[in-house]
């Protein structure tokens, strides 16, 4: 008995060109932005925020921390959440300690304001 050789088959750049983008996993490759680098955006309260100047000095980032007017966000993975008053010098030391432990582990930090408020995001690539 002869076996046949089946019909080419697709290419991996064909299968991949034919994937739906709204299947699960699709969309997984899309780079994730850093929000400490976006000139603005608008938050889920519809507040838009500016970015106030570039990335802040070590001196005004220890200011803008130790002031419980500023709002803190922390910007990992595409995730934000907001750091509470007072567990903001727990996540300093954890930022610290992560970056002293991966060469990998780096933060970025730019202030935004908003009719007259300030925010502070904390951006972690890993």
């Not at 709204?22 to 838009?48: C, H, K, Y």
């Not at 419980?68 to 995730?79: A, F, I, K, Y």
């Not at 970025?108 to 300030?118: A, D, N």
Request: net charge neutral; hydrophobic share 30%.
């Amino acid at each position: 008995m002869v076996r046949r050789r089946p019909t080419r088959r697709q290419s991996f750049a064909q299968v991949v060109d034919q994937l739906d983008p709204a299947q699960p996993g699709a969309d997984q490759s899309a780079p994730i932005p850093n929000l400490a680098l976006q000139p603005e955006f608008t938050d889920r309260s519809g507040v838009t925020w500016i970015r106030r100047g570039g990335l802040i000095t070590e001196k005004r980032l220890r200011k803008l921390l130790h002031d419980p007017s500023v709002r803190v966000l922390h910007d990992h993975l595409g995730e934000t959440t907001e750091v509470p008053a007072d567990g903001r010098e727990t996540f300093c030391q954890s930022a610290r300690e992560l970056s002293r432990q991966s060469p990998y582990s780096q933060f970025t930090c730019s202030e935004f304001k908003s009719e007259g408020r300030h925010l502070l995001v904390v951006h972690e690539d890993c």
